[in-house]
Nanobody, 124 residues
């Protein structure tokens, strides 16, 4: 059974950093590509970043480029989202999701398996 479990969210002050983790089970990390998407109340879920677990290619939304990175650890079957220099605009629920191995995409509809999400709140 495919399962994605996120962790690492919480409350952080503006300018701070967080690292989110997404542990995959039921399949190996190189079976899919993985992405992080975020959603605020009343808004559409939007892509933040995506990584190809076969060759490490990545894509970032323009709003997070230079602040966020998406490393992975195949041995731990885990994908991370490292977030730096956070602002209140980054306050959202962050979701980990998997997509087909040939897709490097930020489009929500391209993802087929989802985690439950983890809340990130940036506030002083």
């Amino acid at each position: 059974q495919v399962q994605l479990v996120e962790s690492g969210g919480g409350l952080v002050q503006p300018g701070g950093s967080l690292r989110l983790s997404c542990v995959a089970s039921g399949f190996t990390l190189d079976s899919y590509n993985f992405g992080w998407l975020r959603q605020a109340p009343g808004k559409e879920r939007e892509g933040v970043s995506c990584i190809s677990t076969s060759d490490g290619s990545v894509v970032y939304a323009s709003s997070v480029r230079g602040r966020f990175t998406i490393p992975k650890d195949n041995a731990k079957n885990t994908v991370y989202l490292e977030m730096n220099d956070l602002t209140p605009e980054h306050t959202d629920v962050y979701y980990c999701a998997s997509t087909l191995p040939l897709q490097l995409t930020l489009i929500r509809g391209s993802y087929n398996h989802w985690g439950a999400g983890t809340q990130v709140t940036v506030s002083s």
